[in-house]
């Protein structure tokens, strides 16, 4: 190996275990106990994983190290597990981590993030499994998404599973409409100086508001694509070409509050999916924020 390519590979090793840490030590602060199944398959193939490989660890000891550092067993798809030890030291890994198996990879923290990692790695092998949902870098994408990770300390070993989360739920959704109307309803010329300027007030993730003016029939808000600002909402057609504006706007005419689905592109996974808007109506506005259930295929 040249000293270009070694070089390439100790940094890119220094990013996964500073992902790695960043697991540990926001799952450490934000608490333990299983959630609802809220991710779906997602979720059930974390656990399954993280079951899996514990149960054969517990069966075949440290031998079982080699095999969940190899790709095949303990991988699934994206999912892989690793293994840190009480000191800190990579184990296993089935994932870009192997880079950084046999190193500290606490030492690449400040001195106050290491007495935090070591906290993490201090919880008691009680056979509990932890959670936490956080936000951090997916190094794939360079963006800076939510997280959901399920880990659980055997003997003096840590194992854990990992994956990001690409869309947001229904009741974020709606959390999120509710503090826009309620914004609109306050300060309205403000608020639509937020959305426009793409303000984490008004956006999160996948999830965006736009604002439809009732008596133009027009955008004048858009979390996402500003050039739709000004444009005709009569015309705006999804990916399969059905008229949701003209619907959205009929539906406004008779009621406060609903919903519409179509197909629309997921700004997080770059894919079309299909989309529930949910909107309500305040005064002369439409306000607007939408999540998205999954791939799609086009006819």
Not at 50 to 67: H, S
Not at 74 to 84: H, R, S
Not at 86 to 96: D, E
């Amino acid at each position: 190996m040249n000293m270009a390519m070694y070089k390439a590979t100790t940094q890119f090793g220094l990013r996964i275990a500073a992902l790695v840490l960043g697991m540990l030590l926001t799952a450490s602060a934000f608490g333990q106990g299983l959630p609802a199944d809220i991710d779906g398959g997602d979720t059930r193939r974390a656990k399954d994983l993280l079951a899996k490989a514990v149960a054969y660890y517990k069966e075949e000891g440290d031998v079982a190290l080699a095999a969940i550092s190899r790709q095949g067993r303990f991988t699934d798809g994206e999912l892989y597990v690793y293994v840190i030890d009480t000191n800190g030291v990579m184990l296993a890994s089935g994932g870009p981590s192997a880079t950084l198996i046999g190193r500290d990879v606490s030492k690449t923290l400040g001195p106050e993030l290491r007495t935090e990692f070591q906290q993490a790695l201090e919880r008691p092998a009680s056979g509990d499994v932890h959670h936490a949902t956080y936000r951090w870098q997916n190094w794939s994408s360079g963006r800076h998404e939510k997280k959901s990770v399920f880990y659980t300390r055997v003997d003096n070993k840590v194992f854990a599973v990992g994956y990001y989360i690409p869309r947001s739920s229904e009741s974020e959704a709606e959390n999120l409409l509710t503090r826009v109307v309620q914004a609109m309803g306050e300060k309205p010329e403000e608020t639509i100086g937020k959305i426009n300027n793409l303000s984490p007030e008004f956006r999160q993730d996948d999830l965006y508001a736009f604002v439809i003016d009732r008596d133009s029939e027009r955008f004048i808000a858009h979390g996402y694509n500003r050039r739709l600002v000004g444009s005709d909402f009569n015309t705006i057609r999804s990916t399969d070409k059905q008229p949701i504006g003209e619907r959205m706007l009929e539906m406004a005419e008779t009621s406060d509050s609903g919903r519409l689905s179509y197909l629309w592109p997921n700004p997080t996974t770059n894919s079309n999916e299909q989309k529930i808007t949910l909107f309500s109506v305040t005064e002369k506005y439409i306000v607007a924020v939408g999540y998205y259930q999954g791939w799609a295929e086009l006819d």
